[in-house]
């Protein structure tokens, strides 16, 4: 007992002594740059000016600037609360129902019936994840003739931003393949066919479904039949990016007909979908990855190895935001009531860009805009270059990326004719 005193008296004593706590193993982590389109938000979050805009965010807003949420979704919100359903976990694949009928959505019912159910699926973190799942599949497990190295996917020049660390970081190799032309402010389609014809054999070539990003640039159906050719006549395999599919024109089908056309050409076809704009369900991060296959076995082994993906990355998808897309999906006066408020939307921001551009002319601007209602979806690649930009931040409080994108969600009816003022000003000296 004595003994057991004296070790506490001295243990005591040696706790009255400050010890230096060991250094961080992390004290050498560099600091990286903020990212491109969340920094453009912190520095207009702290402008003072009240008649700053912020353009750079890919999120629709309303005709007064603020977030929607939509009705059909309040709805289905209700309906599915008076369930009081439980927060189970989903299966790692996720929602089955959710799966196909995201895959109905993106193809319709002709190409449905054709397969008979040949895809594989994942539900995913929206369409990043979507891309990102993708990607792990492609390194993994891409058959390509005497390969070599990583799997090699093709990104439109220019694509979105997010897209080349997404593969990259996935275990694939990124390059380009020629898409937009400057100085038309539109698709170079000659520079693009040849492009794809000149790449490797059996190449992965990613393909925005519509709305473009960051461009707006889409190929009309001639030239989406032209470039499904060469990718058949190359063993292109087609990834498409779905992220707008309802949001551009406000029509599904118009929106899907490039991915149709590639399954009526018979293309074997990997799709992202998201459902972040047309369901406006951003941070719900909903989102379908699926597999054109030619075989059950084939579809079992993909779900299989997504499944394995899948499980040390995240586990398992949210709940919350996959009921409510399947609760519209499934019921016939929801899905009515949303699809003319996704028509709603997409004319919201078609009719921006024609009273922007008309604001324009009337001021008399020496340039030509007809490429602000010619590009489609959220984004208008403004030609405008990054000192032009910089003047727009610096002068006016008019927010944007540096390579000139405006996001046209954030134009209103009360900032349009001080966007076009700003514009005219620095395209004008």
């Known amino acids: 007992m004595a003994r057991l005193a004296s070790l506490r008296r001295l243990s005591t004593l040696a706790s009255d002594v400050v010890k230096p706590s060991p250094p961080s193993r992390f004290a050498a982590t560099p600091r990286g740059p903020e990212d491109a389109i969340l920094g453009i938000t912190l520095a207009y979050n702290a402008d003072p000016n009240p008649n700053k805009v912020n353009l750079g965010v890919g999120a629709y807003r309303d005709d007064a ?144 479904a519509c ?11 001639d030239q989406w039949a032209a470039i499904s050719n060469v990718m058949l006549e190359k063993s292109h395999l087609p990834l498409f990016d779905m992220a707008y599919q309802g949001f551009t024109s406000g029509d599904m089908d118009v929106d899907a007909a490039s991915v149709r056309l590639f399954a009526e050409d018979g293309h074997k076809i990997v799709l992202a979908q998201s459902f972040s704009k047309n369901f406006g369900l951003y941070g719900q991060r909903v989102g379908c990855l699926s597999v054109m296959t030619d075989s059950e076995q084939e579809t079992q082994a993909i779900n299989s190895q997504l499944k394995i993906i899948a499980r040390p990355m995240y586990s398992n998808p949210p709940i919350a935001g996959v009921r409510l897309v399947e609760e519209v999906l499934n019921c016939d006066d929801l899905q009515q009531l949303w699809r003319s408020e996704m028509k709603s939307m997409a004319h919201r921001i078609i009719s921006m860009r024609s009273r922007l551009r008309q604001h324009l002319i009337e001021l008399g601007n020496k340039h030509n805009w007809d490429h ?41 009816s009360d900032n349009v004719d001080y966007l076009a003022d700003a514009i005219h000003h620095v395209t004008s000296s």
Request: proline share 6%; charged share 15%.
């Open 372 to 412: 602000i209602v010619n590009q489609h979806g959220m984004f208008c690649f403004s030609g405008l270059s990054k000192e032009q930009v910089d003047t727009l931040r610096e002068r006016f409080s008019v927010y944007l990326t540096a390579n000139g994108r405006i996001s046209m969600a954030g134009v209103t």
């Open 65 to 208: 600037g603020l977030p929607v949420v939509l009705e059909a979704v309040r709805q289905a919100e209700h309906r599915i609360l008076q369930r009081s359903l439980d927060m189970e976990y989903l299966p790692v694949a996720g929602s089955h129902t959710f799966l196909q009928r995201a895959i109905w959505l993106a193809y319709g019912d002709d190409v449905m019936q054709r397969m008979n159910g040949r895809f594989a699926g994942l539900q995913t973190l929206s369409g990043t994840g979507a891309c990102r799942m993708a990607g792990e599949l492609i390194s993994r497990f891409l058959d390509i003739p005497h390969r070599t190295g990583k799997p090699l996917i093709l990104l439109p020049d220019p694509s979105w931003l997010n897209h080349r660390p997404i593969f990259t970081d996935a275990g694939c190799k990124v390059a380009s393949y020629s898409y937009y032309n400057p100085l038309t402010k539109s698709l170079d389609i000659d520079a693009c066919l040849h492009s794809l014809e000149n790449a490797p054999n059996a190449s992965v070539v990613l393909l925005h």
């Open 211 to 221: 709305a473009h990003n960051p461009t707006g640039v889409d190929p009309n159906m």
